[in-house]
């Protein structure tokens, strides 16, 4: 019998990835997708053949229909993870259009998307779960973030609208808010200096792994485990969200 198959975008690498293992640890067949071939073959060698791999533009629409299309063959789709994004470290009055737009392209209009391939697939075979990966830069401003960070803020904004949209057909959405995690993406735009500047606001003082985000997303997966729980904006983050005066000491 067909295993329950997730797709995850940006699958090849970071959180995706990391996510992608999680899940075929729960025993689902896992459809990545990447625009990034070397990282494709990568996770290849670390998933094998438990996962399909794909390069893919999230924001060509044609495309993802099609591999979401493929995904749902090769079993019951009952997940979809959006985690393809790009980032930027940028002052705001240096912040051109062109930057701008292409962050929004990937992390917005990627997003909706894959969700909506994936609702259309799944509102016909018993609904699932939609796992949107924000960001606490959508959810507090942050120094840099005005591309990113507004794009993440859409991106919570329209996990909550897909949440009510979808509920009668037995589909969940809800969005991860990862903070500062070490992932390529951020090893690419923190320097020192941003690094230092998280670790004073963070009152964990470290940064994340892609596998405690991994944990997060499979258990929105998993309707055993979250079945009560859509529209909802979680952060994992070591505390940066909800924190109001901090100490600087340890």
């Not at 606490?136 to 949209?165: C, E, F």
Request: glycine residues 12%.
């Amino acid at each position: 019998m067909p295993k329950d198959c997730v797709a995850i975008t940006g699958g090849a690498s970071g959180i995706g990835l990391a996510s992608a293992a999680a899940c075929v640890a729960r025993g689902w067949k896992v459809a990545v997708c990447d625009r990034d071939i070397r990282a494709l073959a990568a996770a290849e060698t670390r998933l094998g053949d438990r996962a399909t791999y794909t390069a893919v533009d999230v924001t060509d629409e044609t495309a993802v229909e099609a591999w979401i299309e493929a995904a749902a063959g090769q079993g019951r789709l009952i997940g979809c993870v959006t985690s393809a994004g790009r980032g930027a470290d940028v002052p705001a009055l240096q912040t051109g259009a062109d930057l701008f737009r292409a962050i929004h392209e990937v992390n917005v209009l990627g997003t909706f998307l894959a969700a909506k391939a994936a609702a259309r697939v799944m509102q016909d075979t018993g609904g699932g779960s939609i796992v949107t990966i924000a960001s606490v830069s959508g959810v507090r401003g942050s120094k840099g973030r005005v591309a990113y960070g507004s794009s993440k803020a859409a991106v919570i904004n329209m996990t909550q609208v897909l949440a009510v949209d979808l509920a009668h057909k037995g589909i969940r959405v809800n969005a991860v808010c990862p903070g500062p995690v070490e992932t390529p993406m951020v090893a690419e735009i923190h320097d020192q200096a941003t690094r230092d500047h998280w670790l004073r606001h963070v009152p964990m003082r470290r940064y994340g792994t892609v596998d405690e985000i991994a944990s997060l997303v499979a258990f929105l997966l998993d309707e055993t485990q979250s079945s009560f729980v859509t529209g909802q904006a979680i952060a994992a983050d070591g505390g940066f969200a909800g924190a109001g005066l901090t100490s600087l000491q340890g």
